[in-house]
T-cell receptor, first 115, second 113 residues
């Protein structure tokens, strides 16, 4: 089975620009979550999508948004980039079982640098 | 408000010995706990998990212990190997929020040959 695929792996943007990151979950996984990792704040939850609906949202400003498509692929968008948005953005998918273990499998991440 | 804490930023052990990584949490609603291992420039890799209805779970060299009254969990690695050197994250989720993991700050484990 292919793992969680994130594109692009690396990108550089300037302040004020916007960026879109893509995530293809493991086949059959319907839940996709996004996380931001920075040296100062660690790994922080951004949002979760299930069946094309945002099911959960973390404590991030409205500049951070996402969506999920009918094939479970997901994108996240950051508008009006700030220097502090420089981070590793991680996508994770899970089968979202109603019972039992529900382990998130992470992709390799998209490293965003804002200059 | 940090709901999941890993108070030791780093740990160094000798190959073959036991590594013990600790994690504390504050939210009583957490009912599922996971440990992930992370190498630089890679995503976290799942190691082992435990449900709040258990107090111990084993998988090969890895054992996780959960003490609900103390809101504390620990990961034991026996025997430690140099390939175990990585950053270890403790994470927790609440019932109905399985896609939302709250992570600790991580502990960097170095296993010396």
């Amino acid at each position: 089975k292919a793992g969680v695929t994130q594109t692009p792996r690396y990108l550089i943007k300037t302040r004020g620009q916007q960026v879109t990151l893509s995530c293809s979950p493991i086949s059959g996984h319907r839940s996709v979550s996004w996380y931001q990792q920075t040296p100062g704040q660690g790994l922080q939850f951004l949002f979760e999508y299930f069946s094309e609906t945002q099911r959960n949202k973390g404590n991030f400003p409205g500049r951070f948004s996402g969506r999920q498509f009918s094939n479970s692929r997901s994108e996240m968008n950051v508008s009006t980039l700030e220097l502090g948005d420089s981070a590793l953005y991680l996508c994770a998918s899970s089968p979202d079982r109603r019972s039992g273990a529900n382990v998130l499998t992470f992709g390799a991440g998209s490293r965003l640098t804002v200059l | 408000d940090q709901q999941v804490k890993q108070n030791s930023p780093s740990l160094s052990v000798q190959e073959g010995r036991i590594s013990i990584l600790n994690c504390d949490y504050t939210n009583s609603m957490f009912d599922y706990f996971l440990w992930y291992k992370k190498y630089p420039a890679e995503g976290p890799t799942f190691l082992i998990s435990i449900s709040s209805i258990k107090d111990k779970n084993e998988d090969g060299r890895f054992t996780v212990f959960l003490n609900k009254s103390a809101k504390h969990l620990s990961l034991h690695i026996v025997p430690s190997q140099p390939g175990d050197s990585a950053v270890y994250f403790c994470a927790a989720s609440a019932r109905g929020n399985t896609g939302k993991l709250i992570f600790g700050q991580g502990t960097t484990l170095q296993v010396k040959p």
